[in-house]
């Protein structure tokens, strides 16, 4: 028996598609050996991809809009009783991922050349997507979870 390996596709950099790193998560879908490879393990892949949205809104918006819609899939895929894989371009899906799968106390293996513990007070850049394990790991990490469950769920 075959169990479902939900491959959720984010590919956005800085909340835009198919640039940077964000061209990445879609070469890996259409990557036949390892499609195979996971079939061959006895699951059963199959593919969805998160949608775009406004361009012409600011970083912070996009990402966090995009976020939101990753975390419907996730959840989604969940309830269904599929394994969700999400190949990401950008590291704020974490949150996303983590608020899909709504645990208390959720584990993370994080696959990244730099660590993302940034936080507002200390990053000098202004780049958003080098906060997401801080945000999920932090201070205010603890208080998250709650935020994960939908109004009516609590």
Known sequence: MSHEL?????????????VGTGAGPLR?????????????????????EVDAVDESRAEITRVMELVCRLAGRVRRA?????????????CNSSLGTAAGIAADSPGIVWFDAHADFDDPEENLSGYFDVMGLAMLTGPSA?????????????
């Open 28 to 48: 890996l879908v259409d990557d036949e050996p390892l499609c195979s490879g996971i079939q061959e393990e006895g699951w059963r892949p199959s593919c969805e």
């Open 6 to 18: 939900r491959l959720i596709c984010w590919p956005f950099h800085r909340g835009l598609p198919n």
């Open 78 to 90: 969940v309830d269904e009783g599929a394994f969700p894989l999400v190949l990401a371009g950008g």
């Open 142 to 154: 603890k208080r998250f979870p709650a935020t994960w469950r939908s109004p009516s769920a609590t």
